[in-house]
């Protein structure tokens, strides 16, 4: 597999997973109501399924390239979701809840210096769980996906 198609499928992967994730995550809510599990339920299934998508879309290519395509693929996808984590909070309607969240962790009417580090922190811990979850549904996804077309040669 060359670095051009795993570009290519990491592009894919990008775009189904906003695709898949909003309507997930909508029924998620509605079902499970709305709680930290309906979001992260909803969020892994969209990557399990976008990775399955990718797989079966490009299952030949990641056949040939086996388990190295396949780790490739994850890590920069892995990258990928790293940047959409850490680029949130440059979202207008996040301004409010980071600065609410702090607050209401720890009480306090100001946020102290002490307390921003101590939220930062723990939100750069739930990062590394993280991808270290994406990585490894994003494998089941992909190695999946790869085993569900058939052959050409066969």
Do not use: C
């Not at 390239?65 to 979701?81: C, T, W």
């Not at 979202?91 to 002490?114: C, Q, R, S, Y």
């Amino acid at each position: 597999m060359k670095f051009g198609d795993t570009i290519t499928a990491v592009a894919l992967y990008g775009v189904l997973q906003i695709l898949l994730a909003f309507p997930l995550t909508i029924v998620m809510l509605q079902t499970l109501g709305v709680t930290m599990v309906a979001h992260y339920s909803a969020g892994l299934t969209a990557v399990f399924l976008s990775m399955l998508f990718v797989g079966f879309f490009l299952g030949e290519e990641i056949r040939k390239g086996g388990r190295v395509a396949i780790l490739r693929i994850v890590v920069l996808s892995a990258f990928y979701e790293l940047l959409v984590v850490v680029f949130q909070p440059t979202l207008a309607d996040w301004i409010p809840f980071a600065i609410d969240k702090p607050k209401e962790a720890f009480d306090g009417t100001t946020v102290t210096t002490v307390e921003w580090f101590l939220y930062d922190l723990s939100r750069r811990g739930n990062m590394f769980f993280n991808l270290i979850i994406v990585i490894g549904v994003g494998f089941a996804g992909l190695y999946v996906g790869s085993r569900l077309r058939k052959s050409k040669t066969s």
